[in-house]
């Protein structure tokens, strides 16, 4: 009989601690294309800093490509049930002496990590286009690669 008194509070302690610890780490439920979109959001950033007004043109044009494949990523994200918010911190290490190279390191990064992704059926093609803004915005900065 002495031994089934503690037995409550076992059972009591066990439950409690199973209702504080989480099922997944956020960063095991992130797909690769959670990590493209922070290399993306990283990689505007880069675009959006650098000032030079000869470079204007393709500049707005990769950030507005960037933008869209960003749209695309975070549609597929939400149908898929992910939190897009919970994405992996942005990535150091670029040069900001040189922005246009940096962006297009990281736009390269992210169109790996959404190649090697999955796209449901149900998100229509998402991944497609996603992948065509990520090349469009490549394609724009090329030219002072």
Do not use: C
Not at 17 to 43: G, N, V, W
Not at 50 to 62: I, W
């Amino acid at each position: 009989m002495r031994i089934l008194k503690p037995l409550p509070v076992a059972v009591f302690t066990l439950i409690t601690l199973m209702l504080f610890i989480p099922a997944k780490t956020a960063s095991a439920q992130a797909p690769a294309y959670l990590h493209a979109i922070s290399d993306l959001r990283s990689a505007r950033v880069y675009l959006q800093y650098d000032s030079r007004p000869e470079f204007a043109g393709p500049r707005d044009k990769a950030i507005s490509e960037i933008s869209k494949a960003i749209d695309e990523m975070k549609k597929a994200a939400f149908r898929d049930g992910k939190d897009i918010w919970q994405s992996p911190p942005p990535q150091s290490g670029g040069d900001p002496a040189a922005p246009f190279h940096t962006a297009a390191r990281l736009l390269r990064e992210a169109r790996s990590d959404v190649d090697h992704g999955y796209d449901l059926p149900e998100n229509n093609g998402l991944r497609e286009k996603s992948l065509k803004h990520i090349d469009d915005a490549l394609a724009h900065l090329q030219p002072f690669l």
